[in-house]
């Protein structure tokens, strides 16, 4: 009789989890990904970077039968995590364009022999269609493909890279191989982007919570920029950081400017060879450097846990980029701060970049997500309830810990409000936008309303506050997840379950009031000498 598989009970997990990588707890839903994984299905990771993306992969590979292929765009990541796993005790190899023909033809013999559990390959290594491939694929029996950085398959995602496509094959000639897509950086239309383009068989999406509460997000004006981060690094002399700047030229710059003022800094470019690059990143980890200027290409892959800061001198591209960019700051959840220089001069420069992009497609999707970039620069509310938003997660207007929360603001109970507007909603019949309920509130006796409104018992109780107010109220509403707004132009406003509980007196509504918010800006602008 053939002996019954092993049970993957929640136990026999936790073990497995401590005895292969020495952890006691799974993190946020990594078990049940697991769970998933190991059953057969196809999986979609949407996880913050440092969430513990690998793991959900890494485990299941350990325990089924076969190779696990994980597909993988960066090659120094990929020796990264083949160190990792075999200093673990477990057998993994990887496949690049940086091994000689030797060392490839001693990981396929390897891999066929089944004296691996994880192969990493990277994506331009999968031919788009060679029986030879395929026949080797079937030779090592594949237990799993992981597919990370996923976002790169997606013209929608901000690293879209081509080669990404042929990955379609995969799921094609072997469709029995469950397969996990994992990315830290998907809105909701790469997410739907990816799961079509991988051909994800009735995907299950793992989406963890993207708020990284321990990170607090500023936006200062950029001016005086250099003088503002040396009294920062100044004042947090036991901390290290990261600064992104876009221009090669102006890593070098700033860098040297630090090391000016006596700051222990160096730079990091594409444009700086391999083995520079690599002593640089490894000085930044012991601690032996405490600043690193760099452009974007720095970063993916660190581990560094203890970065207490990540400054932004020039505005990013979008906000995945961005968002991911700071999320390398406090992943031991220790308080660390995101500061980023806003001036619209750096829209204006990018928009060229962005509208010279070959593919217009691609040029507008990229013009798109710079507006919503600057859209994030200059918003009037709680900078992480923003981004919360943009990656699809309803949060409250006040976060207590970015710029706009920390500046003298003051609570205010705005359940009453809260409450006429509701209620307009729902006498109007959940059909209008808040322009038309703002008009309802203040008593509008414009002719375009509808006659049976004027006689409602919301109709102009409102007029002790203004049409922006109360536009603001309802932009409140939605973000706080009371109301939910229709996608199209109308901007319908519908009530949602929690919006009945502040209608019905059930629950408070709680609202940060900053009125003065330029006034209070120049106020607080820090002098230096
Ligand atoms: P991601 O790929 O999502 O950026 P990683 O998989 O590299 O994240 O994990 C980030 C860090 O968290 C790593 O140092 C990893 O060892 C650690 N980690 C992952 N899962 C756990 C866990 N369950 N318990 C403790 N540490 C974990
Ligand atoms: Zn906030």
């Given at each position: 009789?053939?002996?019954?598989?092993?049970?993957?009970?929640?136990?026999?997990?936790?073990?497995?989890?401590?005895?292969?990588?020495?952890?006691?707890?799974?993190?946020?839903?990594?078990?049940?990904?697991?769970?998933?994984?190991?059953?057969?299905?196809?999986?979609?990771?949407?996880?913050?970077?440092?969430?513990?993306?690998?793991?959900?992969?890494?485990?299941?590979?350990?325990?089924?039968?076969?190779?696990?292929?994980?597909?993988?765009?960066?090659?120094?990541?990929?020796?990264?995590?083949?160190?990792?796993?075999?200093?673990?005790?477990?057998?993994?190899?990887?496949?690049?364009?940086?091994?000689?023909?030797?060392?490839?033809?001693?990981?396929?013999?390897?891999?066929?022999?089944?004296?691996?559990?994880?192969?990493?390959?990277?994506?331009?290594?999968?031919?788009?269609?060679?029986?030879?491939?395929?026949?080797?694929?079937?030779?090592?029996?594949?237990?799993?493909?992981?597919?990370?950085?996923?976002?790169?398959?997606?013209?929608?995602?901000?690293?879209?890279?081509?080669?990404?496509?042929?990955?379609?094959?995969?799921?094609?000639?072997?469709?029995?191989?469950?397969?996990?897509?994992?990315?830290?950086?998907?809105?909701?239309?790469?997410?739907?982007?990816?799961?079509?383009?991988?051909?994800?068989?009735?995907?299950?999406?793992?989406?963890?919570?993207?708020?990284?509460?321990?990170?607090?997000?500023?936006?200062?004006?950029?001016?005086?920029?250099?003088?503002?981060?040396?009294?920062?690094?100044?004042?947090?002399?036991?901390?290290?950081?990261?600064?992104?700047?876009?221009?090669?030229?102006?890593?070098?710059?700033?860098?040297?400017?630090?090391?000016?003022?006596?700051?222990?800094?160096?730079?990091?470019?594409?444009?700086?060879?391999?083995?520079?690059?690599?002593?640089?990143?490894?000085?930044?980890?012991?601690?032996?450097?405490?600043?690193?200027?760099?452009?974007?290409?720095?970063?993916?892959?660190?581990?560094?846990?203890?970065?207490?800061?990540?400054?932004?001198?020039?505005?990013?591209?979008?906000?995945?980029?961005?968002?991911?960019?700071?999320?390398?700051?406090?992943?031991?959840?220790?308080?660390?701060?995101?500061?980023?220089?806003?001036?619209?001069?750096?829209?204006?420069?990018?928009?060229?970049?962005?509208?010279?992009?070959?593919?217009?497609?691609?040029?507008?999707?990229?013009?798109?997500?710079?507006q919503l970039?600057q859209d994030y620069c200059e918003h009037e509310g709680c900078r992480r309830q923003y981004?919360m938003q943009y990656?699809?997660?309803a949060f409250p207007a006040y976060?207590?810990?970015?710029?706009y929360c920390?500046?003298?603001l003051e609570e205010k109970d705005a359940t009453e409000d809260a409450q006429m507007l509701l209620s307009a909603v729902v006498r109007t019949g959940e059909r209008y936008g808040a322009y038309y309920l703002a008009d309802v509130l203040r008593g509008s006796a414009s002719?375009k309303m509808n006659?049976?409104h004027k006689?409602l018992?919301t109709y102009g109780i409102g007029k002790h506050l203004k049409k922006d107010e109360w536009l603001w109220m309802a932009k409140q509403l939605t973000g706080g997840g009371y109301l939910q707004k229709s996608d199209d132009a109308f901007g319908i406003l519908r009530i949602t379950?929690n919006g009945?509980?502040i209608l019905?007196?059930?629950?408070?509504l709680k609202l940060v009031i900053r009125k003065e918010v330029q006034?209070q800006?120049?106020?607080?602008?820090?002098?230096?000498?």
């Amino acid at each position: 009789m053939a002996t019954s598989p092993p049970a993957y009970t929640t136990e026999y997990l936790h073990r497995a989890l401590a005895h292969f990588f020495g952890y006691n707890e799974f993190r946020h839903s990594q078990l049940s990904i697991i769970q998933n994984v190991l059953a057969g299905e196809d999986v979609l990771v949407i996880m913050p970077t440092g969430g513990g993306k690998s793991i959900c992969y890494q485990l299941p590979a350990v325990l089924l039968p076969g190779v696990a292929i994980v597909v993988s765009p960066l090659i120094a990541l990929m020796k990264d995590q083949v160190d990792a796993l075999r200093a673990n005790g477990i057998r993994a190899a990887y496949l690049n364009s940086s091994q000689t023909q030797e060392e490839q033809q001693e990981v396929v013999r390897a891999a066929r022999s089944g004296e691996l559990k994880l192969l990493y390959i990277a994506p331009e290594r999968i031919p788009a269609n060679n029986a030879a491939f395929f026949t080797f694929l079937r030779q090592v029996n594949p237990s799993l493909f992981a597919v990370d950085e996923a976002h790169c398959i997606s013209s929608w995602g901000h690293d879209f890279r081509p080669e990404y496509l042929k990955l379609a094959i995969l799921k094609k000639e072997m469709p029995g191989v469950p397969m996990i897509a994992l990315t830290a950086s998907a809105d909701k239309v790469t997410q739907k982007d990816i799961a079509e383009r991988l051909t994800l068989q009735d995907p299950k999406l793992f989406l963890s919570s993207f708020n990284r509460p321990n990170i607090h997000y500023h936006i200062l004006p950029k001016k005086n920029t250099m003088g503002h981060i040396i009294e920062y690094i100044r004042r947090h002399r036991d901390d290290s950081g990261i600064i992104y700047a876009l221009s090669r030229a102006s890593t070098e710059e700033i860098a040297k400017k630090l090391r000016d003022h006596g700051i222990n800094a160096a730079h990091y470019h594409a444009g700086m060879d391999a083995a520079s690059r690599s002593t640089i990143q490894e000085a930044f980890q012991r601690d032996e450097i405490r600043v690193i200027v760099a452009t974007i290409a720095f970063g993916m892959g660190i581990d560094k846990s203890n970065v207490r800061f990540v400054i932004h001198h020039d505005v990013s591209k979008n906000i995945e980029g961005y968002y991911q960019e700071t999320g390398r700051a406090g992943r031991d959840g220790l308080r660390s701060d995101a500061i980023l220089y806003y001036t619209v001069g750096d829209i204006v420069k990018l928009r060229k970049f962005a509208i010279n992009e070959e593919d217009p497609q691609q040029a507008a999707i990229s013009k798109r997500k710079l507006q919503l970039m600057q859209d994030y620069c200059e918003h009037e509310g709680c900078r992480r309830q923003y981004l919360m938003q943009y990656f699809g997660e309803a949060f409250p207007a006040y976060c207590g810990s970015c710029d706009y929360c920390l500046t003298s603001l003051e609570e205010k109970d705005a359940t009453e409000d809260a409450q006429m507007l509701l209620s307009a909603v729902v006498r109007t019949g959940e059909r209008y936008g808040a322009y038309y309920l703002a008009d309802v509130l203040r008593g509008s006796a414009s002719e375009k309303m509808n006659q049976a409104h004027k006689e409602l018992k919301t109709y102009g109780i409102g007029k002790h506050l203004k049409k922006d107010e109360w536009l603001w109220m309802a932009k409140q509403l939605t973000g706080g997840g009371y109301l939910q707004k229709s996608d199209d132009a109308f901007g319908i406003l519908r009530i949602t379950d929690n919006g009945w509980k502040i209608l019905r007196g059930e629950a408070q509504l709680k609202l940060v009031i900053r009125k003065e918010v330029q006034e209070q800006q120049a106020d607080n602008e820090p002098t230096y000498e």
